[in-house]
């Protein structure tokens, strides 16, 4: 049986036993905004109440950005032959899609799993935790918050300069270059960004007034 | 002329060029040990008067840690010829050695230098920014370890995770496996941990304070 050509760049990634993506983009992309509206939506309805706007958003982040850590993410980690489904699983699909955009996915880069790895073990439950701890106004909450951002932030670092140092040409053309490669991380480089200067300004405010308090303790 | 072969695993490494370290093991680390203990002693008699011993002792550990950062891993990012170093320089000697324990710093592996690049770069500076904070009592201190620490065990675990994911073979012997790869990175756990458990602690503590203050402004 004569193996099928990938449609992944540098055209001689070794990818044996591949088996071609099944799903259009349009498909994949439907479920997976479809599913993520879902979780969006009944975050916002159902364990938003009594919250403010801007948690309410919060929350909504953390729930779609840990069960994408945890599911999507998780599977990639754990799944390394997943370029050679045959059974249409969604999931599989997904990675043999994003791989257009950085093929390092399909020929298994170390520093994509470990990033990737760190992401769906660590981050994806702490996101999780992170709604929780909105939802029940815990003292951790911004300092929750700041740790997985930063640690987003880290692992977004170290993917780029990665594909930087390795000459940047994992993607198919250009146009999956900056919708997937570029596009798709680009949220979590500017998301945790925001979260990590409103958690830190909270954090810094937090310890001021304990000083001050401190302080008008001694006074009396 | 006939190259040298270089001491390090695997032995079919290519490092074209490479010039044969010139100091001894024992010069190498007694000049780090040295520098090191005058940067701790500078800190701890200058800029630890009036503080408690462990924030001298964090303040000591932020200069050591943060030029540790700045100097040695800076110039290794900088410095992608230093294994054909011939002029003696002291810090190309330093990664001469310690490539024996972990050939992908000769080597210029991708995943080590995005590491080294963001320690040196970012978490350098900050911190002897924490020193500065530390010795000032800034209301940021607390939040800027925690965020150091985390980057430091985040890229610890990339370190660690991408070795072995690349079969962990990189040492010359067991001893250098041991001592510098295992050990040398020992202590940039160990102490990240501990100190972002405090931290950590330290925020909630602040957190739980505001919240009680403004409880109790709400009662008056």
Known sequence: MEEAAHPYVPKDLKLPGYVPISMSMSSILSVYLASSLFVVTLVWFLFGRK?????????????????????????????????????????????????????????RDSAVIA???IT?????PASLLAVYAIAKGKTYS????????????????????????????FATSSFYYYSYYIGANGWWVLIPLLISYRCWNKICEAATNGVETKMKKKIR
Chains 1, 2 share one sequence.
Request: proline residues 1%.
């Open 142 to 169: 911004y300092v929750l918050q700041l740790a997985i951002s930063l640690g987003q932030l880290y692992g977004c670092l170290v993917y780029f300069i990665t594909a930087f140092l390795e000459g940047d040409n």
């Open 115 to 117: 990033v990737e790895g």
């Open 120 to 124: 769906a073990v660590i981050e994806g």
């Open 51 to 107: 919250k403010g706007k801007l948690e309410k958003l919060l929350m909504c982040w953390w729930a779609f950005s840990g069960l994408t850590h945890l599911v999507l993410e998780g599977y990639f980690v754990f799944s390394p032959e997943f370029f050679k489904d045959n059974t249409s699983c969604y999931l599989a699909q997904v990675w043999k899609e994003y791989s257009k955009g950085d093929s390092r996915y399909a020929g």
